[in-house]
């Protein structure tokens, strides 16, 4: 079955950075593009950034030249550098996949961001 495990998450200060990982299983990785969103306390889920299979990137406008999706085909993850951490990032970041109609989502893992 599809299983998307994230980690990296944590505690940072504002400035700092943290790198996410998301290793994926139960499907073809390479066939597929991969994002990772994020949700506040009290907000809605948004996307943060998006990864096609040929490497092409697309990002929400408060990450662009902070954060930076990238993906290992051979390893079967995808990683979330985040630069210049701000304490509105702070947020539960889940990994997704959309399969043909079926979105499918990690467990979620915490950045807190704050002094």
């Known amino acids: 079955q599809v299983q998307l495990v994230e980690s990296g998450g944590g505690l940072v200060q504002p400035g700092g950075s943290l790198r996410l990982s998301c290793a994926a299983s139960?499907?073809?990785?390479?066939?597929?593009?991969m994002s990772w969103y994020r949700q506040a306390p009290g907000k809605q889920r948004e996307l943060v950034a998006s990864?096609?299979?040929?490497?092409?990137?697309n990002y929400v406008d408060s990450a662009k030249g902070r954060f930076t999706i990238s993906r290992d085909n051979a390893k079967n993850t995808v990683y979330l550098q985040m630069n210049r951490l701000r304490p509105e990032d702070t947020a539960v970041y889940y990994c997704?996949?959309?399969?043909?109609?079926?979105?499918?989502w990690g467990q979620g893992t915490q950045v807190t961001v704050s002094s």
């Open positions: 997704n996949a959309q399969l043909s109609t079926t979105g499918y």
């Open positions: 990864i096609t299979l040929d490497g092409r990137t």
């Open positions: 139960g499907f073809i990785f390479s066939w597929y593009a």
